[in-house]
């Protein structure tokens, strides 16, 4: 009788131990299916500082293009949790308008191209949270390839926007970042044609309230700068 109490007490023991082993394994795998790994696209926005992103309530900036002797800027103030938009084009023309596209083109169809440049502007200054926010685009899988400028093997996507939609649908970047998942290089493909219509660097890198932003894009002919100034992130 001894004997058998033994072994069922010891029985109890094991399967209270199967149980328990079973129940952490278990939580082990709950934790693993919650933890969802993120898309190449989503690394390059958090190596760029997209979780700082919802403590933005302003940005200003300047969009300056140095082509030869010629230079031209425009200067904007973005609220972005109101889609707020000051634009200085110069010392004498201030435009300010909420980003509403449909109430835009029925108000004041001038201001339609007054938001093209913003959009164009922004484009260039906030592609890595770009890939996250925009619609409509698909972006392929991330191989390595030898980068246009710098001739120096870089990761690379191609984001493709749809044919409807948009400012300028159908247009295509082959994207270059390197192992920390920031954009080195990019080549525009105005409609997704196969030939470059701009290829540039992103470069002069600089950390603003923990946002990373490239403030300079040359081209490899060296009389080309595209470049930002006043930035400013609050």
Same mark, same amino acid.
């Given at each position: 009788?001894?004997?058998?109490?033994?072994?069922?007490?010891?029985? *109890?023991?094991?399967?209270?131990?199967?149980? &328990?082993?079973?129940?952490?394994? *278990? +939580?082990?795998?709950?934790?693993?299916?919650?933890?969802?790994?993120?898309?190449?696209?989503?690394?390059?926005?958090? =190596?760029? #500082?997209?979780?700082?992103?919802?403590?933005?309530? &302003?940005?200003?900036? *300047?969009?300056?293009?140095?082509?030869?002797?010629?230079?031209?800027?425009?200067?904007?103030?973005?609220?972005? +949790?109101?889609?707020?938009?000051?634009?200085? @084009?110069?010392?004498?023309?201030?435009?300010?308008?909420?980003?509403?596209?449909?109430?835009?083109?029925?108000?004041?169809?001038?201001?339609?191209?007054?938001?093209?440049?913003?959009?164009?502007? +922004?484009?260039?200054?906030?592609?890595?949270?770009?890939?996250?926010?925009?619609?409509?685009?698909?972006?392929?899988? !991330?191989?390595?390839?030898?980068?246009?400028?710098?001739?120096? &093997?870089?990761?690379?996507?191609?984001?493709? %926007?749809?044919?409807? #939609?948009?400012?300028?649908?159908?247009?295509?970047?082959? @994207?270059?970042?390197?192992?920390?998942?920031?954009?080195?290089?990019?080549?525009?493909?105005?409609?997704?044609?196969?030939?470059? !219509?701009?290829?540039?660097?992103?470069?002069? %890198? &600089?950390?603003?309230?923990?946002? +990373?932003? =490239?403030?300079?894009?040359?081209?490899?002919?060296?009389?080309?700068?595209?470049?930002?100034?006043?930035?400013?992130?609050?």
């Amino acid at each position: 009788m001894i004997r058998l109490l033994t072994f069922l007490y010891f029985l *109890t023991i094991l399967v209270a131990c199967k149980a &328990e082993t079973k129940e952490q394994s *278990t +939580k082990t795998e709950t934790a693993s299916e919650v933890t969802k790994e993120l898309t190449t696209a989503e690394k390059i926005a958090q =190596a760029h #500082g997209l979780e700082y992103w919802n403590n933005v309530n &302003e940005i200003q900036f *300047t969009f300056n293009v140095d082509r030869g002797e010629n230079h031209f800027e425009r200067t904007w103030k973005w609220q972005p +949790k109101a889609n707020y938009v000051v634009s200085l @084009i110069s010392k004498d023309s201030i435009t300010m308008y909420t980003r509403n596209i449909k109430e835009l083109g029925e108000t004041n169809p001038k201001m339609i191209d007054v938001d093209k440049s913003f959009i164009n502007d +922004k484009f260039w200054l906030l592609i890595p949270f770009q890939l996250v926010w925009d619609e409509g685009i698909t972006i392929s899988e !991330s191989v390595k390839e030898i980068a246009p400028i710098s001739k120096t &093997e870089l990761n690379k996507i191609i984001l493709t %926007y749809g044919n409807n #939609g948009g400012y300028t649908p159908g247009d295509a970047y082959d @994207i270059y970042f390197d192992e920390e998942h920031l954009i080195r290089e990019w080549v525009y493909r105005k409609g997704n044609s196969k030939e470059p !219509s701009m290829t540039t660097t992103f470069e002069n %890198y &600089e950390d603003f309230n923990g946002i +990373k932003i =490239a403030k300079d894009h040359k081209m490899a002919e060296g009389n080309f700068n595209l470049f930002f100034s006043n930035i400013k992130i609050k």
